[in-house]
Each structure stands twice: as C-alpha cells, then as structure tokens.
C-alpha cells in the first residue's frame, strides 16, 4: 500500500527527529561530526520534545513501538559507536546504547571504590524505560544489591571499632535493629539476585568486589565473636537457650488449651527470622527475641534441642565417628 509505506516514512523520519533532537539536547558534548548534518530541533523547542518523548515512554499503548523506532535509530544511526567513550549521557535515556554505557560506568565506579558516584548512576536509571526490560532489569538488580551490600559493610566496618567486644555485647550488636545481621541480608538478596539472572557474569567484577569486601568484615566480626568466646565460654548469662524454648514457651501455652503452631525452621538465621517476622506482622502483634543456639550448631544437634524436655536433659554421645543426640535415653538419629 502506497499510503501506508509512505506514512511509514514520515513516521520514521519524525520518529528520529525527535529522539535524536531528544538525545542532543539532553547532553552537554559536542554532537559527533558524523550527525552534525542530520536535522534535530534546537534548545527553545527542549520542552516539546522532552515532553513528546516522554509520552511515547510513559504511555502503555506507545511502549512497544517507542522501543522498535528507538532500536531502528540507533541501529541506524551507529550511535553506540558515535558516543562511544562518552561519560555523560545526561538523564533522560533515550536509547538502549546510553542505558548499556551507564551500567559499565556503573561497573567501573564499583572496581574503584567511588560508591557515591556508583549510586548517583543507579539514581538516574530508575526511570529508564531500558532499564525496565526483563533482562536488562535483572543486571541492574544484581547491581543495586552488589552496591547495597557494599554500603552496609561500609557502616559495619566503622561500627567495629568501637564496639564492646564480650559476648552479650556482640549479640546485641549483631541482633539490633539495623545491626550487623543487615549485613547478612544484604549478602543474602544479592546472591538470590544473582542466581536469578541470566547474564550475571556482566558483573563480574562489581560482584567479586562485593564478596570480598563482605568476607573480610564478617571475618572481623567473627574473630571479635571467637575471641570473646575464648575468654567467657558459651552461652552467655541472661540468655534464654534454644533447648528452653519448648518448655518455657509452648509449653505454657499448651497447658492452657490454647492452639499453637510450633515451625522448626533449619538454617533459619537471624535476619531471615526478621524478614519472616516481618512478612506476619500483618497478622497481629510479632515479638522476635535471640537464642544461645545449642553447641554443635548441625541439624541434628539444633532440632533435638526444640523438641520437649531438652533442657538440662539433651546428651550427644559417640556412635563411631557420629555424635547422636538422645533426650534422656531416647535416640533421635534421624531428626
């Protein structure tokens, strides 16, 4: 059809005028001398066409087509090539090539420890309608943690220091509100996000630097932790311990006829126990409280110690090279 091929046409051409015009005017670099001929609107129209670009973004209906003529003008034009090298793109991410860039500038403020300006690039891509795409999304979530997680070692690190270093004191440290079991989940919703992505090894080396930098603070934490323990043994007065929480907590409670639903969770750690603490809020009042966990922390060892009369009953004995838990003379091998 003649009129819609033409009409093709004039829509292409539009289309290129005002995303390029969009491009140019939203950065403050020379325009590359292969499109200083192409024709692209001036300052004094900036307002119509942020505005007209904006609503081929934001609107559902225009979304699909915005992303095939965006495509089609880079593909076109070269533009990755054109602005190759160039660090700002401005804020307004026009097309897919900026939103590539600014994930290696990304990558790069991470690999040289400039966190700040690692999260002022995060900060700007929050609206980029590339960044919204399945795949690209996934990269930009494995970064954001990757930077998170570097952000809350930072505050841990500087918290080290200062701290009192015995036991009842390094608990509270590690189980405040914000304390160091953030740091903890953080680690955890990276490495979640991480699995989750298809094209993780983008992020190589952004994700090393966050490993590293999180082994070597929770390796500070873990010698203050061991160190105290050395020097006042395990556990800690004043503690409740997990063999009690049966009889201290349920127990009660089923002496009252009351209903009550008792989960063993194994490798449930703290800060998970908070996001599920979190998660049931809804549902009425959540108290969350720290336990002395029961010596070897192994699943066999954590399970006897939640079953009824644990406390002051719980033995291992030797089985060969096996330590079998028994709560009295009962035989709990395979909890």
């Known amino acids: 059809?003649?009129?819609?091929?033409?009409?093709?046409?004039?829509?292409?051409?539009?289309?290129?005028?005002?995303?390029?015009?969009?491009?140019?005017?939203?950065?403050?670099?020379?325009?590359?001398?292969a499109l200083a001929g192409l024709a692209?609107?001036?300052?004094?129209?900036?307002?119509?066409?942020?505005?007209?670009?904006?609503?081929?973004?934001?609107?559902?209906?225009?979304?699909?087509?915005?992303?095939?003529?965006?495509?089609?003008?880079?593909?076109?034009?070269?533009?990755?090539?054109?602005?190759?090298?160039?660090?700002?793109?401005?804020?307004?991410?026009?097309?897919?090539f900026e939103e590539r860039q600014y994930l290696r500038a990304f990558i790069q403020r991470v690999d040289t420890g400039k966190l700040e300006e690692a999260r002022q690039i995060l900060a700007g891509r929050h609206e980029s309608l590339w960044r919204q795409q399945p795949e690209r999304a996934q990269l930009w979530a494995v970064a954001e943690r990757c930077l998170n997680l570097l952000d809350q070692a930072e505050l841990v690190s500087g918290s080290i220091a200062g701290a009192q270093k015995t036991v009842?004191?390094?608990?509270?440290?590690?189980?405040?509100?914000?304390?160091?079991?953030?740091?903890?989940?953080?680690?955890?919703?990276?490495?979640?996000?991480?699995?989750?992505?298809?094209?993780?090894?983008?992020?190589?080396?952004?994700?090393?630097?966050?490993?590293?930098?999180?082994?070597?603070?929770?390796?500070?934490?873990?010698?203050l932790f061991l160190d105290a323990l050395d020097e006042e043994g395990w556990p800690p007065e004043n503690t409740l311990r997990q063999a009690q929480v049966f009889d201290r907590l349920i127990a009660p409670a089923l002496a009252n006829r009351e209903k009550v639903a008792f989960f063993l969770a194994d490798a449930l750690r703290y800060e998970m126990g908070q996001d599920l603490a979190q998660a049931v809020e809804s549902l009425g009042s959540v108290e969350m409280s720290p336990l002395a966990a029961t010596l070897p922390t192994i699943t066999p060892v954590g399970m006897a110690a939640l079953l009824p009369g644990a406390d002051g009953a719980l033995e291992l004995r030797e089985a060969g090279d096996d330590l079998i838990p028994y709560i009295g003379e009962k035989r709990l091998k395979n909890l």
């Open 168 to 223: 009842t004191a390094l608990i509270g440290a590690y189980t405040a509100e914000n304390g160091w079991n953030e740091l903890d989940n953080r680690q955890r919703l990276m490495e979640q996000s991480i699995a989750d992505c298809a094209q993780a090894d983008d992020l190589e080396g952004c994700i090393a630097s966050a490993r590293g930098r999180y082994r070597q603070v929770m390796n500070q934490v873990q010698k």
């Open 1 to 33: 059809d003649p009129l819609a091929l033409a009409a093709d046409k004039r829509w292409a051409a539009l289309g290129q005028f005002i995303l390029l015009s969009e491009l140019l005017l939203d950065m403050n670099v020379p325009i590359p001398p």
């Open 40 to 96: 692209h609107a001036d300052a004094s129209a900036r307002g119509m066409i942020f505005a007209i670009a904006d609503r081929l973004r934001e609107t559902r209906r225009y979304q699909d087509a915005y992303l095939d003529l965006a495509t089609a003008v880079e593909t076109n034009l070269h533009l990755d090539q054109r602005f190759n090298g160039v660090q700002e793109l401005g804020q307004r991410d026009t097309f897919a």
